[in-house]
């Protein structure tokens, strides 16, 4: 069965002002769409067709014949997760486990909140910023254009787009204010929370 796009997990203007129903126009219904239309028309007809999205990323990861396909794989399920990591009225502190777990790794939510910024202010180009498990410990790592962490043995809490697609509309050039808005008032840490 062909991929599809996600619907949404919430109206498009419920995440407004931090994030705009015309910036969900454009990046759910453009941009992701997109790279769903494009993975269906390059695995027909393939070994992939019929494929797990999982199964597709970890086969063609860093296969430079399958560029296209992991690119367009990896773009797919990177977009679905970070819809699920926004939530309206989210933000702000995690509790709870995560809240432990967060202290753990970093010392404080303060300290993860500047290292997560940091990684996704001064990531250089397109990409992505993520909090992921490495095994008992959660770490802040940056990807690059649709590089995402589920072939590299770590596994995805939250994620924040950081190609300008995200966040051009709403902030034009000032990515640490799309940043800022996603951390205080867009991550969805029960969603997180259910990663662990
Ligand atoms: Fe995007």
């Not at 690119?71 to 995690?94: E, I, L, R, V, Y």
């Not at 300290?111 to 992921?132: D, I, N, Y």
């Amino acid at each position: 069965m062909a991929f599809e796009l996600p619907t949404l997990p919430y109206a498009k203007d419920a995440l407004a002002p931090a994030m705009s129903a015309e910036t969900l126009e454009y990046h759910h219904g453009k941009h992701h769409n997109k790279y769903v239309n494009t993975l269906n028309d390059l695995i027909t007809g393939t070994e992939y067709e019929g494929q797990s999205l999982e199964e597709i990323i970890k086969a063609t990861a860093g296969k430079a014949d399958k560029k296209g396909i992991f690119n367009n794989a990896a773009q797919h399920f990177n977009h679905s997760f970070f819809w699920t990591c926004m939530t309206p009225g989210g933000g702000g502190k995690p509790t709870g486990d995560l809240a432990r777990k967060i202290d753990e790794s970093f010392g404080d939510y303060d300290s993860f909140r500047k290292k997560f910024a940091a990684e996704a202010g001064t990531h250089f180009g397109s990409g992505w910023a993520w909090l992921v498990a490495d095994g008992n410990a959660l770490k802040v790592i940056s990807t690059h254009d649709a590089e995402d962490p589920i072939h590299m043995g770590l596994k995805p809490i939250i994620t924040c787009d950081v190609w300008e697609h995200a966040y051009y509309i709403d902030y034009r050039n000032e990515r640490p204010k799309f940043i800022d808005a996603f951390l205080d008032k867009l991550v969805n840490w029960d969603f997180a929370a259910r990663q662990l």
